[in-house]
């Protein structure tokens, strides 16, 4: 009976916590919304948004049932602080070079949260994500609160002698 009692209270804390720590962020969304038509007009003209201290490209596919298909399309985009800060970026299928969506959110170590949209209907999502990176290389998991589970990996580059506002 006490097992079941503590057992009771752990699925409790947690799921109590993925409501507390997905409701917090939501408000710093809107923030990184505001700069994602910056960074998709900056990724034609190279010119990167102050906050940026790199960026990073690659490749993004489709992950059922734990089994990553063949990838789909590509991204590129923005970042500050591969680990705690914030990145937008823009992508599209294969054999297509205007942007169709874009992508935003926060790090927080292993967790990603943010936006996910479409640029010419304008729909929009939350997502979640999960994933890692070292000096070079990114891959990360995403999922939204309905459909499919995306991947997204490559590479990333920090900016020499940064000098920009965070």
């Not at 940026?52 to 399309?73: D, E, K, R, V, Y």
């Not at 823009?90 to 967790?111: D, E, K, Q, R, S």
């Not at 990333?156 to 002698?161: I, S």
Request: proline letters at 6%.
């Amino acid at each position: 009976m006490k097992k079941l009692v503590i057992l009771t209270l752990i699925i409790c804390m947690v799921l109590s916590s993925i409501s507390a720590t997905t409701a917090v962020p939501i408000r710093n969304l809107s923030k990184i919304q505001d700069h994602i038509p910056q960074a998709v007009a900056t990724m034609d003209n190279e010119t990167p948004p102050d906050w940026a201290t790199g960026n990073f490209s690659g490749i993004w596919g489709l992950n059922i049932a734990g089994q990553p298909l063949p990838p789909a399309g590509w991204l590129a985009g923005y970042y500050s602080n591969m680990g705690i800060g914030r990145f937008v970026g823009v992508f599209a299928p294969f054999n297509t070079t205007n942007v169709t969506g874009y992508i935003g959110g926060i790090l927080l170590g292993p967790f990603m949260l943010g936006i996910v949209g479409n640029s010419t209907t304008g729909n929009k999502t939350y997502f979640v994500g999960l994933g890692g990176a070292n000096t070079t290389h990114f891959y990360w998991r995403i999922m939204g609160f309905v459909g499919p589970t995306f991947y997204m990996y490559g590479v990333y580059t920090k900016f020499e002698n940064v000098t920009r506002a965070h």
